[in-house]
């Protein structure tokens, strides 16, 4: 079956300009993480859903960042006034219901703030 | 604050080699370890996972050994292969009772090379 994808699969954005990163996760998932990757790291966490409510936004750097879920399938993550430090690779990741189990990732959205 | 660091940074083993990842963690509150493959362009995919009321875990080539006391755990590849170069995270989550998701830490990662 399909699995999560994300889109767009690159960004190019000036700085101070906001940027829009859509994630579709599996059909049916409960629950939808996003975590940021910077080139040559592991991923770190961002926020997190259970369905349409977002339970953890711990990971979010700065409120320039702002995520939503409003339907419970596919989520959005906004940043506002981009800077040069957002430059990573987005990843959207889901899972079918509420236990420790396996996260499945999209490809990632690859954004570069000049 | 790394509470999953990861070594080596990078490895390069020969076809038919054993290639070994570490990783140790702070937190013992962590009870799920997954090791996960990135190719490049790709995100991430689940190798294989376990959990702390075990020591070894193995599946095919792969193999999960952990070490509770010690708060290591590492990946043990088999008969490395070129298609297994790649790009190895380990990562650990804890049950936060909903809230949290089990949400995924991850160590630094390892760039895996096999040369035929």
């Known amino acids: 079956g399909a699995g999560v994808s994300q889109s767009p699969r690159y960004k190019v954005a000036k700085r101070g300009q906001d940027v829009a990163l859509r994630c579709d996760p599996i059909?049916?998932?409960?629950?939808l993480f996003w975590y940021q990757q910077a080139l040559g790291q592991g991923p770190e966490f961002l926020t997190y859903?259970?369905?349409?409510?977002?339970?953890?936004k711990s990971g979010l750097p700065s409120d320039r960042f702002f995520a939503e879920r409003p339907e419970g399938s596919v989520s959005t993550l906004k940043i506002q006034r981009t800077q040069q430090e957002d430059s990573a690779v987005y990843l959207c990741?889901?899972?079918?219901?509420?236990?420790?189990?396996?996260?499945?990732f999209g490809p990632g959205t690859r954004l570069l703030v000049l | 604050q790394q509470q999953v660091k990861q070594s080596p940074q990078s490895l390069i083993v020969q076809k038919g080699g054993i290639s070994i990842i570490n990783c140790a963690y702070e937190?013992?509150?962590?009870?799920?370890f997954p090791w996960y493959q990135q190719f490049p362009g790709k995100g991430p995919a689940l190798l294989i996972a376990i959990r702390p009321d075990v020591s070894e875990k193995k599946e095919g080539r792969f193999t999960i050994s952990f070490n509770k006391s010690a708060k290591q755990f590492s990946l043990h590849i088999m008969d490395s292969q070129p298609g297994d170069s790649a790009t190895y995270f380990c990562?650990?989550?804890?049950?936060?009772?909903?809230?949290?998701?089990?949400?995924?830490?991850f160590g630094e990662g390892t760039q895996l090379t096999v040369n035929p």
């Open positions: 990562a650990a989550s804890h049950d936060g009772g909903g809230t949290s998701g089990s949400r995924l830490t």
């Open positions: 859903f259970q369905n349409e409510a977002q339970l953890d």
């Open positions: 059909s049916g998932h409960v629950s």
């Open positions: 990741a889901s899972k079918p219901g509420l236990a420790q189990e396996t996260q499945y």
């Open positions: 937190n013992t509150a962590f009870d799920y």
